[in-house]
């Protein structure tokens, strides 16, 4: 399974339109090679360099998406969600993506796909801990992209 975007490659720089100093909308994301008795995909965007890459503290939960289909080609720019998929809470306590705003220093944000064997459901939206909890035993295949942003970079 892999997870690619048309905005940065594997490693590469976030374009600022996709963090706190642009738009802040979602960059456009592909996926290819879902496994065949996949029921669900998972979306989980986060940075293990928050506060400071120096001294990291914490992981900061930037997106969550479930519900997505096996089928979806991926997520177009923007992250406009298709028809059943869900988004659950990030680390701002709100739904939806949150770009790449980090305090200091470069840090690396993991855009990491899974293809689970169930569907999930959820009362409210989820947390990443509550979706981790609830995927256990459940991942089929996994994949991650990763890009870098500092801020005062834009391009």
């Known amino acids: 399974m892999r997870i690619t975007s048309t905005a940065f490659a594997d490693g590469g720089e976030i374009p600022?339109?996709?963090?706190?100093e642009g738009r802040d909308s979602a960059p456009p994301l592909q996926f290819s090679g879902v496994p065949a008795g996949a029921r669900s995909l998972v979306l989980i965007v986060d940075d293990p360099d928050a506060p400071d890459p120096a001294a990291p503290k914490m992981t900061w939960v930037h997106w969550i998406v479930y519900q997505l289909a096996p089928a979806a080609a991926?997520?177009?720019d923007g992250g406009a969600l298709p028809a059943g998929?869900?988004?659950g809470l990030n680390d701002w306590k709100r739904i939806g993506y949150g770009g790449p705003c980090p305090p200091v220093g470069r840090h690396r944000y993991f855009f990491k796909l899974y293809a689970l064997d169930t569907s999930l459901s959820f009362a409210h939206p989820p947390t990443k801990a509550q979706l981790e909890q609830a995927m256990k035993g459940h991942v089929l295949a996994h994949a991650e992209l990763v890009g870098t942003y500092q801020r005062g970079t834009r391009r």
Do not use: K
């Open 16 to 20: 600022a339109v996709h963090t706190c």
């Open 85 to 87: 998929a869900r988004d």
């Open 74 to 76: 991926g997520l177009p």
